[in-house]
């Protein structure tokens, strides 16, 4: 052999004696074959088997499989991101001429595809009221083909009842697709609830650390696995095994992460309430929250992100306010060890359930800091809001 070849082909290792806890990286777009006969009738290596690295190595796999156990579904796909799992969801089963019925409150890029993209398509797009299944019922068509939920919903919390959307949906030949990644599979399972697609985006509490973009989409059918695994491959849509190592990796502490996020978002909320400046806070775990009955029900937690709705007066005040932070972030998603702040505007996102709070909603992700850290920061706010939204002399010599 000569050097150059040598360069090219390396040589058989022993692993016997050889293990680890961590799944390895495999990372392949060749997938080289034992002999011809076998590359010949690789199509017969099932929906799993490996034929080419866009439809997975044994590390895409294994993090498939630990999803679809989480989820109790049948299979599991991963994409390069959240609003890719939910685009390709609803794309792998949806066609011209077919409705989709859509949750008021869904992650906000959702409406922008259904508005632009299913909708140039030729797909029939409507807006549902999420706390209203009856509304569900009124809008549904024989030719709606999916019904599309997420709960708590984006920013805003609503609670939906997926059972019951499941029944009305199934009841008329439609499915039912869930956005479940604000709750995670530790805390609901939509599947068990009726519903046939479950999205989450890995992005968040699964990799937890920030850093990593991913998606999956569960099925409850394998027939219906089958169409988006085919979808997939037509749209040519894989991730990379690297990626799927570190969303393994946040997985292991996913359970511990969410409780203390969950833990810690409480004992903030039950605080927060106290602020002169706050109108309302949404987060389903609260008692007093509209959402809570159907929480109680469902949900096995709670996590770590909620919202907070200002009083008409604090609302101008909210920018200023947030630039005294130094222990949260001021940024996009959440779901890290890095807790965020995110100032949302939410009214341009409401037209089945018209929103009538202050346009501008307040997100907070808590992540992994101490809890008395938060708050000292999240004092520091309050005290500059607090202080900017108090009448001035003016108005309180004409009181
Ligand atoms: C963040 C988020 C997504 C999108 O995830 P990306 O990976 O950022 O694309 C989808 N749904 C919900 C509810 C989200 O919060």
């Known amino acids: 052999m000569n050097d150059e070849t040598?360069?090219?082909?390396?040589?058989?290792?022993?692993?016997?004696?050889?293990?680890?806890?961590?799944?390895?990286?495999?990372?392949?777009?060749?997938?080289?074959?034992?002999?011809?006969?076998?590359?010949?009738?690789?199509?017969?290596?099932?929906?799993?088997?490996?034929?080419?690295?866009?439809?997975?190595?044994?590390?895409?796999?294994?993090?498939?499989?630990?999803?679809?156990?989480?989820?109790?579904?049948?299979?599991?796909?991963?994409?390069?991101?959240?609003?890719?799992?939910?685009?390709?969801?609803i794309l792998s089963f949806i066609a011209a001429g077919d409705r989709i019925l859509i949750a008021d409150t869904v992650y906000p890029p959702l409406r922008d595809f259904a508005v632009r993209d299913l909708a140039k398509f030729g797909v029939d797009v409507v807006f549902y009221d999420p706390t209203a299944p009856e509304e569900v019922e009124r809008l549904i068509t024989d030719r709606t083909r999916i019904v599309w939920a997420e709960s708590p919903g984006s920013t805003t919390m609503e609670m939906q009842d997926i059972a019951r959307i499941s029944e009305i949906a199934h009841r008329h030949g439609a499915l039912v697709g869930c956005d479940n990644t604000w709750a995670t599979p530790l805390n609901f399972k939509p599947l068990a609830h009726g519903a046939d697609i479950v999205v989450e985006a890995l992005t968040k509490y699964f990799s937890g650390h920030s850093d990593v973009l991913m998606g999956s989409i569960t099925l409850r059918d394998a027939g219906a696995a089958r169409t988006v695994k085919d979808t997939l491959s037509r749209l040519g849509v894989g991730v990379s095994p690297?990626?799927?190592?570190?969303?393994?990796?946040?997985?292991?502490?996913?359970?511990?992460?969410?409780?203390?996020?969950?833990?810690?978002?409480?004992?903030?909320?039950?605080?927060?309430?106290?602020?002169?400046?706050?109108?309302?806070?949404?987060?389903?775990p609260l008692p007093a929250s509209p959402g809570h009955a159907l929480w109680r029900r469902d949900f096995r937690g709670g996590s770590g992100v909620f919202s907070i709705v200002f009083k008409p007066e604090a609302v101008p005040h909210v920018h200023a306010a947030l630039d005294t932070l130094k222990v949260f972030a001021i940024g996009a998603s959440w779901g890290g060890t890095r807790s965020l702040v995110a100032p949302m505007r939410v009214r341009q996102f409401r037209t089945a359930r018209p929103w009538t709070g202050d346009d501008l909603v307040l997100r907070i992700s808590v992540g992994m800091e101490a809890a008395s850290d938060l708050m000292e920061d999240l004092s520091r706010f309050f005290d500059c809001l607090n202080g900017r939204s108090a009448p001035g002399p003016e108005a309180q010599s004409g009181a």
């Open 242 to 284: 690297d990626d799927c190592s570190l969303v393994l990796r946040g997985m292991e502490t996913m359970a511990v992460r969410l409780r203390h996020a969950a833990q810690v978002a409480r004992d903030l909320v039950d605080w927060i309430a106290g602020q002169p400046t706050v109108a309302e806070i949404l987060y389903p």
């Open 6 to 89: 040598r360069c090219v082909i390396s040589p058989p290792v022993e692993t016997d004696g050889f293990d680890s806890l961590g799944v390895p990286i495999y990372r392949a777009s060749t997938i080289p074959f034992p002999d011809a006969e076998s590359y010949d009738t690789r199509h017969l290596r099932g929906d799993e088997g490996y034929s080419y690295g866009l439809s997975g190595t044994p590390t895409t796999r294994a993090l498939e499989r630990k999803i679809t156990a989480l989820e109790q579904g049948v299979r599991t796909f991963l994409v390069p991101s959240g609003q890719a799992a939910i685009s390709i969801a």
